[in-house]
């Protein structure tokens, strides 16, 4: 099957965001069952060539869009030059399929492939009515965002939803529940495992988070929860390069509550942290704290269970599909942090508990979200928007 992939602001050449690995690694089971994938993202730097075929297989486009630098805008005013380059490139050579990552990239996609009778199957990753929701509204994107994707959802062939909790939002928004798969995100089960180093630590017992350092992701929730965790470290990973936390408002605001509750000394921000020494700082925590507000996909708690971490996550969107409370780690209430304490604390005293949860949480993130399996599900759903075959009839 030809694959058109359109990640519009997250490049799968730089996997260090949840959309950015999800597309790159996304692409690369489908690029290994043996698909022809193209993806699509603007070109946001001058040493980029038009053109790049990725180790694994896929081809990344770079659409000359815009000004070579980051936008921040939503939509961004070049959406409309991507948008034209998308239709002269499908006019001479049809995908059978395209799959948008993020509402600026279904509306990119909607429109160039009106023209052509090519299906489009749309990600959201986030909903700005969620968002909304969670946030204060000038952090949740604009006003027209909430109109346009529910102009999406109804024009798409297909909506694919991360989790259980975003199809409930997707129907109250109008797109019909016919037209809703789930298929969550995945994980890299060669490079997530329980084998091998974990990070080096003290002699404190450690838990640990990781994600964006904005304030939906409730790292603070988890700050507060450890005055009841003696002699234990929260590592938070994430945000800026090491050097730069200085410069990061919530990497400060973080601090600040943390030296008002008492627990500085046990609060680590560490910044940035790559793909390939994700795992060691995972492995080397007793458990990983998953506090976020609201949260679409589940990664965090995933890349925790494949090696072999206990998880104590909020009992939030795609968290709750990640982890089975009282099987691969505790649920507990969002915005809690009496919960999450209460749930770290029985961990951290009982370590036949927290071996038990990592095997069953390293076994679960196998066999259900290794990306071959999401690749494998995620073509079925394209499957689904391809016209029915004629059965012919003998006659005679």
């Excluded at 298929?183 to 080096?200: C, L």
């Excluded at 009841?228 to 990061?248: F, H, S, Y």
Aim: glycine share 10%; aromatic share 4%; with cysteine.
């Amino acid at each position: 099957m030809k694959i058109a992939m359109v990640s519009e602001n997250a490049s799968p050449l730089t996997p260090l965001g949840g959309q950015n690995v999800h597309v790159a690694e996304l692409s690369t089971g489908l690029a290994r069952a043996g698909h022809d994938v193209t993806v699509y993202t603007r070109q946001n730097g001058t040493d980029q060539p038009a053109v790049v075929r990725a180790p694994a297989g896929y081809r990344v486009v770079h659409v000359p869009a815009g000004p070579l630098r980051q936008s921040t805008a939503e939509p961004p005013p070049h959406l409309g030059e991507f948008t034209t380059f998308l239709e002269r490139q499908w006019r001479t050579g049809r995908p059978d399929v395209v799959h948008a990552h993020f509402w600026m990239s279904g509306l990119a996609s909607v429109l160039a492939a009106r023209a052509l009778d090519v299906p489009v199957v749309q990600t959201f990753h986030t909903l700005g009515v969620v968002k909304r929701r969670q946030q204060s509204v000038e952090d949740a994107g604009p006003p027209e965002r909430m109109r346009l994707e529910r102009l999406i959802g109804r024009q798409a062939a297909r909506v694919v939803a991360t989790c259980s909790d975003e199809v409930f939002e997707l129907v109250r928004m109008g797109v019909a529940r016919s037209r809703v798969s789930v298929v969550p995100g995945g994980v890299d089960i060669e490079r997530f495992t329980p084998g091998g180093k974990p990070a080096r630590r003290g002699p404190h017992h450690r838990i640990a988070a990781v994600g964006r350092l904005v304030p939906r992701k409730g790292f603070d929730i988890a700050i507060a929860a450890l005055p009841a965790l003696p002699g234990t470290e929260l590592v938070v990973a994430g945000g800026p390069e090491p050097g730069r936390l200085a410069e990061d408002a919530e990497a400060r605001r973080l601090l600040r509550y943390a030296d008002r509750l008492g627990v500085a000394d046990r609060v680590r921000l560490v910044g940035q942290v790559g793909r390939a020494d994700m795992p060691a700082l995972l492995r080397s925590a007793d458990a990983v704290v998953c506090t976020a507000w609201y949260e679409p996909s589940g990664l965090v708690p995933l890349e925790a269970m494949a090696c072999g971490v206990p998880v104590v996550a909020a009992a939030v969107g795609g968290l709750t599909d990640a982890v089975v409370d009282g099987v691969t780690g505790t649920l507990v209430p969002p915005k809690r942090p009496d919960a999450v304490a209460a749930a770290v604390r029985t961990l951290l005293a009982d370590p036949a508990l927290r071996d038990a949860y990592g095997i069953a949480g390293s076994d679960r993130a196998r066999c259900r979200y290794s990306w071959d399996r999401i690749a494998d599900d995620t073509y079925r759903v394209y499957q689904r928007t391809m016209p029915a075959p004629v059965i012919g009839t003998e006659t005679g």
